[in-house]
């Protein structure tokens, strides 16, 4: 059974950072690609930044320059340090972790951005 559990989360004002953090365990081999994903209320499930071989990242337009992924394959753990929030970031982050066969998600942690 293979479980993946995000942390980090929380209140934090317009302008500020958090960082979240996302750790797999159980039979899950051969990572390949990790990535963050987020949902606001009423919105669809959009992509954040993803890594792929523990090297190559990419990021939504809307996040670059802000947020940075980094991660450890062996070590199953992706991070995503994030700075100059903004109110349009509130969102919950989902992380998901792909293997060639299957993708493993997350429960998502709660982000809020606001005053």
């Known amino acids: 059974q293979v479980q993946v559990v995000e942390s980090g989360g929380g209140l934090v004002q317009p302008g500020g950072s958090l960082r979240l953090s996302c750790t797999a365990s159980g039979s899950i081999f051969s990572i390949y690609r990790m990535g963050w994903y987020r949902q606001a209320p009423g919105k669809q499930r959009e992509l954040v930044a993803i890594?792929?071989?523990?090297?190559?990242?990419n990021y939504a337009d809307s996040v670059k320059g802000r947020f940075t992924i980094s991660g450890d394959n062996a070590k199953k753990t992706v991070y995503l340090r994030m700075s100059s929030l903004k109110p349009d970031d509130t969102a919950v982050y989902y992380c998901k972790m792909s293997t060639s066969l299957y993708d493993y998600w997350g429960q998502g942690t709660q982000v809020t951005v606001s005053s």
């Open positions: 890594i792929t071989s523990g090297v190559n990242t």
